[in-house]
């Protein structure tokens, strides 16, 4: 994520205008926080690190990934994809948080969650916006909407808060949150968007 | 090499970084046709439809009288085996001339002449005289003809719908091209008319440049050298688009395709002037990978060479990922040039709507983002064009009246025109920059 310097909206890596205010992202607002953290973790990580269904396409590939150096540092979850190392930002975290798809969608999809803000919602093709975690093809009958939920990591904290969707958004299956009051939410919550049913995951990072 | 055609799809970055995120990579597919060889024969012969608008308020600003100037320019430069109709439309469409008639030079003057003079009404059915000509335009289609609509017009016609039906219904035989002229026309639908059918939109801010505009679309048809151009791309898997813009010679959006199974995608650039790019610039999503060198797309441009079939080209589009910051930090100018005139184009649109809405502060910030845009690409007509935007805007605050519309149209106009970079700066970018 690029922060942009003007209206500090954050804008996907190698975007060339903020898509907040239309300002030129320059080179000096990313290399400010990443420059320190060389970024995913080098070739010694086992490959389970695609994180994004790169595993089925080989078709698209030149040269196939360095196959991971079998019987190297033994994973500590070897099945599930560990999210990617959470890379960059100055302020490194403490843990990396993933949500899971477990029920109605594609299970077993994962989506990394940054510090910062992300939203939960589908992919708008009319303005363009993706975000971060994008259930576009988890939601056929459209039950979620583009701008679903927010989820924030602040000092330590991860909070979710319902932005105004049509369909309300559920922890733990409780009542339906209450739209613009953040939740906080621990590792192994359930949150509802939809028909959609996502697992919050956090790992400490060692 | 006369004739030659030559297809290329760049990326903004050969080394992305290899990182933990997904990150957005631009990629421009460009064809450029070469000029016509020597031995390659003569021009391609035109059928032409002319749809002229008589409603009343063309009797305003001599506008009339610039159109009859401008057919006759019409009529004297034809080839004698181009086939032309001209129809003139108000409540009804009544056709001037015919390409029976086209080429009795004498008789069509006289009958331009006397425009004013038929008995149609004063309103505006744009679709009745585009179905007369479109009628007119058929019976003389020919795969070695240039088929192409030019409607003009100064207001809003009744059947807006009628009109963007007889264009998707016809854009596979023809093109259309639309000139609106003074304020009142919707430049929304002319707009939507010629993208949808790879012509050209024009507008006229004042009467006197309608022969001129007559002229150009009649150059541009003489110089074409490649028909029915289609840029089709196919994504590797993970590859997602987020934007797609046509980047020149005119600059709008494409929509965002939905990718079904096959990850195909193809876009329609329509018949290709000579030197002229036809260009789709597309922002895609990457997903993170581990170093090493991906194809991210396959591309191929297929088109028609008059006279030689159809032909077509093929490349690819690779990244190498990498960790190397100082690699990754490297973009290709020529890739951002067009990059930032798609964005600049784009502000300005968002402008224009969050001054639909009443937010006059955010309108002024994305306009003045625009400019300073405009002003980094050395684009001095785009940026008077949007400073005097933002001075209107400033001091009407809804761009309401003559004098503000005709800025926005002015404004709108100059920043979808791509601006074509001279030679010389065309090299100079071609060497990777770093930024």
């Known amino acids: 994520m690029i922060k942009c310097g003007e209206c500090g ?44 269904a790169a595993s089925e396409a080989p078709t698209g590939e030149i040269k196939p990934p360095e196959p991971a150096p079998e019987g190297a540092p033994p994973a500590p979850e070897p099945s599930a994809g560990a999210p990617p190392a959470a890379a960059a930002a100055a302020s490194v975290p403490r843990f990396k948080a993933k949500f899971e798809v477990v029920r109605g969608g594609r299970k077993g999809q994962e989506f990394p969650i ?35 939920a927010l989820v924030r990591i602040e000092n330590g904290k991860i909070t979710v808060e319902d932005i105004g969707s049509l369909n309300g958004t559920y922890v733990n299956r409780q009542p339906r949150l209450q739209p613009g009051t953040p939740v906080e939410i621990k590792s192994g919550d359930e949150i509802i968007i939809g028909k959609t049913f996502l697992k919050l995951v956090v790992e400490p990072i060692s | 090499m ?87 439309f108000a409540d009804k469409a009544q056709v001037i001339a015919s390409p029976d008639t086209i080429h009795d030079k004498a008789s069509v003057k006289r009958a331009i002449d006397e425009i004013d003079l038929l008995e149609i009404g004063g309103g505006t059915q744009m679709a009745l005289g585009m179905r007369a000509a479109i009628d007119e335009v058929k019976k003389n289609l020919a795969p070695d003809r240039l088929n192409r609509v030019l409607v003009l017009t100064d207001g809003q016609t009744y059947e807006e719908i009628a009109c963007v039906d007889l264009v998707n219904q016809n854009r596979g035989q023809m093109s259309f091209s639309a000139m609106g002229v003074g304020v009142e026309f919707n430049e929304k639908l002319l707009m939507r008319i010629a993208q949808d059918s790879n012509g050209k939109y024009h507008f006229i801010g004042n009467a006197a440049e309608i022969p001129g505009i007559f002229d150009d679309e009649l150059q541009g048809l003489r110089a074409i050298t490649a028909r029915n151009g289609r840029i089709e791309v196919t994504l590797a898997q993970g590859v997602q688009i987020r934007e797609a813009f046509r980047a020149s010679p005119d600059i709008y959006a494409l929509g965002t395709p939905l990718l079904t199974d096959d990850r195909k995608v193809a876009y329609s650039v329509g018949d290709l002037e000579a030197n002229l790019p036809a260009s789709v610039l597309l922002t895609l999503v ?55 005139q798609v964005s600049i184009a784009k502000l300005q649109a968002k402008a224009e709507e969050e001054l639909k809405l009443g937010n006059v502060d955010r309108a002024t910030r994305l306009l003045g983002n625009a400019i300073q845009g405009t002003q980094r690409l050395g684009n001095a007509k785009a940026t008077q064009a949007l400073s005097g935007l933002m001075d209107e805007i400033k001091k009407t605050q809804t761009l309401q009246g003559k004098a503000a519309k005709t800025t926005l149209l002015q404004a709108q106009a100059v920043v979808r025109k791509t601006q074509m970079l001279d030679p010389a700066a065309l090299d100079a970018l071609r060497d990777e920059k770093s930024e």
Request: charged share 25%; aromatic share 8%.
């Open chain 1, 114 to 148: 940054e510090d910062g803000n992300s939203f939960i919602g589908r992919w708008d093709p009319e303005t363009g916006s993706f975000p971060e975690v994008d259930l576009e093809q988890d939601d056929p009958e459209a039950k979620i909407s583009r701008k679903h």
């Open chain 2, 286 to 340: 990457l997903p993170p990978r581990k170093p090493g060198l991906v194809r991210i797309a396959q591309s191929a441009f297929h088109y028609e060479e008059p006279g030689a079939g159809e032909k077509s080209i093929e490349t690819e589009v690779t990244v190498e990922y990498t960790l190397d910051r100082a690699l990754a930090s490297k973009a290709n100018g020529r890739v951002m040039n067009l990059v930032d």
């Open chain 1, 9 to 52: 909206y954050e804008n996907m890596d190698g975007l060339d205008y903020c898509d907040g205010c239309g300002a030129k992202i320059t080179a000096a607002a990313s290399a400010g926080d990443g420059a320190a953290a060389p970024a995913a973790e080098p070739s010694a990580q086992p490959a389970a690190a695609e994180p994004v």
């Open chain 2, 2 to 88: 006369a004739g030659a055609l030559t297809f290329e799809a760049l990326a903004s970055r050969s080394y992305v970084l290899s990182s933990a995120e997904n990150f957005v990579l631009y990629v421009l597919f460009e064809a450029i046709s070469g000029a016509r060889g020597a031995g390659a024969g003569g021009r391609t012969p035109l059928n032409l439809g002319v749809v002229l608008d008589r409603s009343g308020s063309m009797y305003d600003e001599r506008r009339l009288e610039f159109v009859v100037e401008a057919v006759k320019f019409l009529v004297d430069n034809l080839a004698p085996d181009d086939k032309v109709t001209i129809v003139a």
